[in-house]
């Protein structure tokens, strides 16, 4: 299945100010907003992000939970900053449709 779809989806999403970002992402995310020369903001990691997805950055889709997929899908970005960034984001669809940023620290697997 083309990444098109859920790209335009995620985008769609964050335009309309439907996110919102998991306590460990913020907290891994400001110091590395900071690193960058940016703001260590909620915004600033959305815009991080929005501006990847416009770019056409690659993602790929993994499986969430355990077993895998009981949780739902994720969308990962891997090595998005050129210095091992991992970001992953989820479609959340309980309440409202909203991208939920479950991830934004640099890799533990990342080998510069």
């Known amino acids: 299945m083309s990444s098109e779809p859920i790209r335009d989806e995620l985008l769609r999403l964050l335009d309309d100010v439907a996110w919102r970002i998991a306590r460990s992402a913020r907290e891994s995310a400001y110091p590395i907003l900071r690193a960058m020369g940016q ?5 600033a990691m ?4 929005t ?3 416009r770019a056409g950055f690659p993602f790929h889709e993994v499986p969430l939970g355990e ?8 969308y990962v970005m ?9 970001i992953k ?16 620290h640099v890799s533990d697997h990342y080998r510069g």
Not at 67 to 74: L, Q
Not at 95 to 104: K, M
Request: include cysteine; proline fraction near 7%.
């Open 89 to 104: 984001l989820k479609i959340e669809r309980e309440r409202t449709d909203e991208v939920v940023v479950l991830s934004f």
């Open 67 to 74: 077993p895998p997929g009981t949780a739902g899908t994720g």
């Open 51 to 53: 501006r990847l997805l």
């Open 78 to 86: 891997n090595n998005a900053d050129g210095q091992g960034l991992y």
């Open 46 to 49: 959305i815009d991080y992000v």
């Open 39 to 43: 703001r260590p903001t909620d915004c």
